[in-house]
């Protein structure tokens, strides 16, 4: 949706709420970058000051982050979703992968049941990709890969509070990932862990191909059991953070 001008009364609030609109309709998804300063003056015909405030009390209410030297993104689509986040990213890795286990055996169980011809695509695509980025043992490439097969298969129950709930806690869903992929004393090496090898999504990928939600339910609990079982106490990564949300 374009953005209009405003009047030159209330700015502050007009601006807050053309940018809230951006994010509540889609037009700016979790993890984008925001047009900058400069380019959200000119497009609002008003002065950058304006928009600094604006995008300043949306960063306070969690819905944007400011990353200095990178730009302005946006990091929750909805308040509640940045308090989320932000007491997310406070939890430990058990507790994180504990979350997602609830939210992804019914994305599991409901994608079985709704997937379209689009989402099988959506969901073979993203296998594709990360069992390539795997071979290749391109650590990087395999967490975005993995991210986006994990998000095809939410896609695929259709479920829109079940996305956005999903959307929300996506960082740190990136950064569990991250740090089962990467060995857990040496990740800046991009080296692959030899925790993940077992990890494998074909199963889950075919139960739902085949309309099988228990069995898309159980292949879902059986990885996050299995990534739980590798944290033992949670040691490693005592948080969340650490990880950039993907983009």
């Not at 700016?28 to 604006?54: C, F, H, K, M, Y």
């Not at 379209?116 to 069992?131: H, Q, T, Y």
């Not at 391109?138 to 967490?143: E, T, Y």
Request: aromatic share 4%; hydrophobic share 40%; net charge negative.
């Amino acid at each position: 949706m374009p953005l209009a001008s405003t009047r030159r009364t209330g700015l502050v609030d007009q601006v807050i709420s053309q940018l809230r609109a951006q994010i509540d309709s889609g037009e700016w998804g979790v993890g984008d970058r925001i047009p900058t300063e400069s380019e959200l003056s000119d497009q609002l015909e008003v002065g950058r000051n304006t928009v600094r405030e604006a995008v300043r009390a949306l960063a306070h209410a969690g819905l944007l982050e400011i990353r200095q030297g990178a730009g302005t993104f946006v990091r929750a689509s909805s308040e509640l979703g940045g308090a989320l986040r932000r007491r997310l990213e406070r939890s430990r890795l058990r507790e994180n992968l504990e979350v997602r286990r609830a939210l992804e055996v019914e994305a599991a169980r409901l994608a079985a049941l709704r997937h379209s011809d689009e989402d099988m695509a959506d969901i073979d695509r993203a296998m594709a990709l990360r069992e390539a980025a795997w071979r290749d043992r391109d650590m990087s490439a395999f967490v975005e890969a993995d991210f986006t097969f994990h998000r095809s298969v939410v896609n695929a129950t259709h479920n829109t509070l079940l996305i956005d709930l999903y959307d929300d806690i996506a960082q740190v869903v990136y950064a569990s990932i991250a740090h089962t992929a990467y060995e857990q004393n040496n990740g800046a090496t991009n080296q692959p862990s030899s925790e993940t090898d077992g990890v494998d999504h074909s199963k889950l990928t075919e139960a739902i191909r085949s309309a099988d939600p228990a069995a898309a339910a159980r292949e879902a609990t059986c990885y996050i059991d299995e990534l739980l079982s590798l944290t033992e106490d949670g040691s490693g990564l005592s948080h969340a953070d650490g990880a950039q949300s993907p983009r």
